[in-house]
Structures are given as structure tokens and as C-alpha cells.
């Protein structure tokens, strides 16, 4: 029994919407990222002749501070073999065992390949942790009422601009693959510093264009629950709407053809007291069945 109360305490930091839990997602993405700093900055000829040492010190500090995450979240879980083989689980165990493996190698085409492997691990996991803690912080759980029990809970659909993270996807990629393998010949340019610092350049870009689709995506989040519809938007500056679905008159569905392809739409809902009463759900994921879930609690 009480080791069973241990383990519930322990996945108390890591799981629900505990205080303790949000402190910590908070304390990952910050880490994530200055990791993900720190090994980039090591590719940096220049700075790694310099800071080299400190560098690397960085990277094993926070490659064992991951490893006892990834413990802790190993023994606490209610089924450690499902976590250990989930996609998290794997996540999380890429992003530490690669810094193990390339203190073992002499080769310096595999130590790059880890490396690629270690950047690459590093932001899908502070993707998790993003949305991990987006969904912590903008859920709709603290605005209930005592009875009231949320239905469903979504956000616009990153199928809209598919097209978009795709690109960015592969121009993230592209960058550190090319950072850290060196694909493009030096003869292609002038010198490889050039080439780094383009693909620098690459990368900062693209990622600061996925934190803005994702801003806008996290700026929307929609509950239907047993007693209302829920609209919230905003992020540093929240507005927040909600419908009893009695006060709701008329909920139409819009769709082009290239919605209708991904089953995507906007549900527009409108309620009494004028024409401009409107609440429109962007972008919505498989919009028919959301259309009459809304219809049948009115």
C-alpha cells in the first residue's frame, strides 16, 4: 500500500493539473530549450574552442537530470512496460541514451549522427512538454461548474495548413541535418562558416514560424460540455465565452472543397439576442459529428 501511495505521489508531479505538475512542465520546456541551445552552440566551432568544456558539462548535466525524469516517470507509471514503449516513453529515453553511446565512439560521423539524433529527440520532447503544459495551463477544468463535466475538448485543426508544417518540418530538419552532418559541400560556398550560419539562420526561422502556428492554434480551444458550449481565446490576454445551449437558436456548418478533402470546417453558432451574437469555431476536426453533438443538447 505504501509503496502504492510512493508511485501516486511521484506521477502527481508529472501528470493532472497539479500545481507541482505545472511547475515542473514549466521547469522542462525551460531546460529543453536551453539544452537544445547548448547543443547547437557545441557545432559552433568558434564558441566550442572556447566553451567547449562548459558546454559539455551543460549537455551531461541536463542528459542525467532527463535520465531521472525519465526514471521516475518509468517506476511511477501504472504500467511502467506500456510507458517504456509508448511514444513518449520512447521519446523520452531518444533524448538522453545517444550522449551515453557517443562518449563510447571514436567515430566522428557517428558522433555527429547522435548528435542529429540528440537535437532531433530534444525537440520533439520540448513539443511534448509544450503541449503538455499548454493543456495544463488553457484547459477548461478550473472553469466548471460543480455538476458541469466537459464532453469534448478541442482546438482548431492543424489540418487547415498542413501544407505549411510540412515545410517547416523539413526546413527544421534540413537545418540540422545540415548543422550537424554537414550535407552541402563546402565548395558550394565560400566557407563553412557561411553554410553554418545560414543554416542557423534556417533553423531560427522555421522554429519561430512553428511556435506561430501553434500560438494561433493554442489562441482558440472549444469545450462542449453537459450544460454549455465553452470558447476561450488568447494566451497572454485571455477572452473567455460560454452558451447555454437554451439561448442557442442556429448552428450552421461551412465548408470549401478542400475542407470537405480533410473533413475540417467552421461551426458557426448563433444565440438569442441579435444577429451579431455569434460564436465561430475555427477550423474544427470532423465538424459534422461536433455539429451534432451541439444540435442534440440543445
Known amino acids: 500500500m505504501a509503496d502504492k ?17 505545472f511547475l515542473i512542465d514549466i521547469f522542462l520546456v525551460i531546460t529543453i530549450v536551453l539544452n537544445i541551445i547548448a547543443i547547437i552552440l557545441e557545432e559552433i566551432e568558434s564558441v566550442a574552442l ?18 531521472i525524469e525519465y526514471l521516475l516517470r518509468a517506476i511511477s507509471a501504472i504500467s511502467p512496460k ?31 549522427i547522435l548528435r542529429l539524433i540528440r537535437i532531433s529527440s530534444r525537440i520533439l520532447l520540448f ?43 523539413f526546413l527544421i530538419f534540413f537545418s540540422i541535418a545540415e548543422i550537424f552532418l554537414k550535407v552541402v559541400p563546402e ?3 565560400s566557407s563553412t562558416p557561411i553554410i553554418m550560419s545560414l543554416s542557423l539562420i534556417l533553423l531560427i526561422y522555421a522554429l519561430f ?4 502556428f501553434e500560438y494561433r492554434i493554442w489562441s482558440e480551444r472549444y469545450a462542449i460540455t453537459n450544460q454549455r458550449l465553452i470558447h476561450s481565446s488568447g494566451i497572454f490576454h485571455e477572452v473567455f465565452q460560454s452558451k447555454s445551449y437554451r439561448y ?13 478533402v480533410f ?36
Open 5 to 21: 501511495d510512493f508511485k501516486a505521489y511521484i506521477r502527481s508531479f508529472f501528470e493532472g493539473i497539479s500545481p507541482q505538475s
Open 50 to 67: 572556447v566553451y567547449g568544456g562548459i558546454l559539455l558539462s551543460i549537455e551531461w548535466f541536463f542528459t542525467i537530470l532527463f535520465t
Open 82 to 112: 506500456k510507458y517504456i514503449f509508448s511514444r513518449d516513453g520512447i521519446i523520452d529515453m531518444v533524448s538522453f541514451l545517444p550522449l551515453y553511446f557517443s562518449g563510447l565512439s571514436h567515430s566522428l560521423q557517428l558522433i555527429r
Open 127 to 169: 513539443y511534448g512538454r509544450l503541449n503538455k503544459f499548454s493543456n495544463a495551463a488553457f484547459g477548461m477544468q478550473s472553469r466548471l461548474s460543480k455538476d458541469e463535466k466537459i464532453s469534448l475538448f478541442f482546438k482548431p485543426s492543424r489540418k487547415k495548413i498542413i501544407w505549411k508544417y510540412a515545410l517547416i518540418i
Open 187 to 189: 565548395s558550394y560556398l
Open 209 to 212: 514560424m512553428l511556435v506561430s
Open 248 to 260: 442557442i437558436t442556429n448552428i450552421s456548418l461551412h465548408q470549401n472543397l478542400y475542407d470537405k
Open 263 to 298: 473533413n475540417i470546417g467552421d461551426i458557426e453558432i448563433r444565440s438569442a439576442g441579435g444577429m451579431e451574437d455569434v460564436i465561430t469555431l475555427k477550423s474544427v476536426s470532423d465538424p459534422l459529428k461536433v455539429k451534432k453533438m451541439l444540435s442534440g443538447s440543445i
